[in-house]
């Protein structure tokens, strides 16, 4: 199959590509599973994976990025290893699900690779483009939630972990870049985004994100506005 052809096909597809977002301890694991739950009971036919990550050979990479070495990780080659775990995502898991018509809910994808090596590593945001151009070609992501909570507020909650990982270790500067990245993202194209106070009582933020969901499920649903 041709690129163009790949691409014409992901232009149909029916099926939704939704993105949970944000930094650490801004509570993705709790919100992915009240998401999973909410579009079971709309009767939507999803599949839910994570980045990095998501196939076996993924999560191998997943285990060099986040686990401590007693070798400094060079910034680069966290780029490349975060890229090409991707690249096998998309190919075995997420453009697949898409093109059957499923939607795919993902904890993580690009917009953390601009966060956490753009903003928080230092990394020119050009090169990163141009890898997500390479790996990605034309898919984004037709929704991301992007949870966000004050700096003071993720550190208690990483606090009462009892293990982190080598992300959740970086210094409070390093997530205050990273938070800062995602908000302005989100902020830069609402029309895809949505930015989502986690701070407030867990209720009120799942009912904020219920709403989101609500507008986008009744788009999907009218065939005129459907990819």
């Known amino acids: 199959m041709s690129v163009k052809n790949k691409v014409d096909e992901l232009k149909a ?124 070609g034309q898919l984004r992501p037709d929704l991301t939630i992007i949870l966000d909570a004050p700096l003071s507020v993720t550190r208690k909650r990483l606090d009462e972990r009892e293990s982190l990982d080598r992300m959740e270790k970086e210094s409070l500067d390093f997530h205050e870049r990273v938070a800062s990245a995602y908000r302005e993202r989100a902020l830069a194209s609402p029309e895809t985004y949505a930015l989502i106070d986690a701070s407030q009582p867990l209720g009120n933020v799942q009912a904020d994100i219920k709403k989101v969901l609500d507008d986008v499920i009744k788009k999907w649903r009218e065939p005129s506005d459907r990819l």
Do not use: M
């Open 13 to 136: 597809r029916k099926g939704l590509f939704v993105v949970l977002d944000g930094g650490e301890g801004v509570g993705k694991s709790t919100n992915s599973e009240f998401i999973q739950q909410y579009l079971t009971s709309q009767s939507i036919d999803f599949i839910s994976t994570r980045e990095p990550g998501g196939t076996p050979f993924a999560e191998k990479i997943r285990q060099l990025v986040l686990s401590e070495s007693d070798e400094s990780i060079n910034a680069l080659s966290e780029l490349l290893l975060i890229f090409a775990a991707r690249a096998q995502h998309l190919n075995q898991k997420i453009s697949p699900a898409l093109l059957a018509g499923q939607w795919v809910l993902c904890d993580r994808f690009t917009d953390a690779t601009y966060a956490y090596q753009g903003s928080g590593r230092g990394i020119d945001t050009s090169l990163i483009s141009e890898c997500e151009n390479l790996v990605q």
